[in-house]
């Protein structure tokens, strides 16, 4: 027995008020309980309300577990975007960021981004973490804990950029080879966000 939209934001506005405050996490609890639901619904042959008493009190602190997201929860999200690099959008994009670099490389173009490259990561990252806070946060009045946790993801690969290019900055070989690679990098992970924000919204457990 499916649940109806007036079910479905009757749990939606149970966990809003258990300061369930991410939409991604409370669509992912929000298809968790309703699935227990059911299935209580159909085994006792009880109405809806009789069956989501029943299957919260019975699995509460399972259900909130979920509710608490730690930095160890980000490692199966770094894992899924290890293996979207396999992915035919990310290899095309990888092979057209090598392209362009060997085509503009002996450019003035090359030249003057090489000069202040981590600048533009750290604009392009700012850029990125102030547009998601004002449409979500500020015209959506929503908030999302992949949108925010990309944020350090980014952030991490900034940092890494600065640490790692700096060193090698007057060795052109190894200076070449990292700027690819952090292109590489933040490109398909951009890529990959954009793949995770659009499986979202696209999910048929989206509270409207």
Same mark, same amino acid.
């Given at each position: 027995? #499916?649940?109806?939209?007036?079910?479905?934001?009757?749990?939606? $506005?149970? +966990?809003?008020?258990?300061?369930?405050? @991410?939409?991604?996490?409370?669509?992912? %609890? /929000?298809?968790?309980?309703?699935? $227990?639901?059911?299935?209580? %619904? *159909?085994?006792?042959?009880?109405?809806?309300?009789?069956?989501?008493?029943?299957?919260?009190?019975?699995?509460?602190?399972?259900?909130?577990?979920?509710?608490?997201?730690?930095?160890?929860?980000?490692?199966?999200?770094?894992?899924?975007?290890?293996r979207f690099?396999? #992915?035919?959008k990310s +290899?095309?994009?990888?092979? +057209? /960021?090598?392209?362009?670099?060997?085509?503009? *490389?002996?450019?003035?173009?090359?030249?003057?981004? #090489?000069?202040?490259?981590?600048?533009?990561? +750290?604009? /392009?990252?700012?850029? @990125?973490?102030?547009?998601?806070?004002?449409?979500?946060? $500020?015209?959506? *009045?929503?908030?999302? @804990?992949?949108?925010?946790?990309? !944020?350090?993801?980014?952030?991490?690969?900034?940092?890494?950029?600065?640490?790692l290019f700096?060193?090698?900055? *007057?060795?052109? @070989?190894?200076?070449?080879?990292?700027?690819?690679?952090? %292109?590489?990098?933040?490109?398909?992970?951009?890529?990959?966000?954009? !793949?995770?924000?659009?499986?979202?919204?696209?999910?048929? %457990?989206?509270?409207?």
């Amino acid at each position: 027995m #499916k649940l109806n939209q007036n079910q479905i934001q009757f749990i939606d $506005g149970y +966990l809003q008020r258990n300061d369930v405050i @991410y939409v991604d996490i409370r669509t992912e %609890m /929000i298809d968790h309980i309703a699935t $227990g639901v059911e299935e209580k %619904m *159909k085994v006792e042959d009880i109405d809806f309300h009789d069956a989501f008493v029943s299957y919260v009190n019975s699995n509460r602190k399972e259900i909130f577990s979920m509710n608490k997201k730690t930095w160890q929860s980000t490692l199966p999200e770094l894992k899924n975007y290890f293996r979207f690099f396999l #992915k035919l959008k990310s +290899l095309l994009a990888m092979a +057209l /960021i090598i392209i362009l670099f060997f085509t503009f *490389k002996e450019t003035m173009i090359y030249t003057f981004l #090489k000069e202040d490259l981590s600048f533009y990561f +750290l604009l /392009i990252f700012l850029s @990125y973490s102030v547009l998601s806070m004002i449409y979500f946060w $500020g015209i959506k *009045k929503e908030r999302y @804990y992949f949108i925010e946790r990309s !944020n350090i993801v980014l952030s991490i690969l900034y940092w890494l950029n600065l640490f790692l290019f700096n060193p090698f900055e *007057k060795q052109e @070989y190894i200076s070449d080879v990292l700027t690819i690679v952090f %292109m590489c990098l933040f490109v398909v992970y951009v890529l990959y966000a954009l !793949n995770q924000m659009n499986k979202f919204f696209n999910s048929k %457990m989206i509270i409207k």
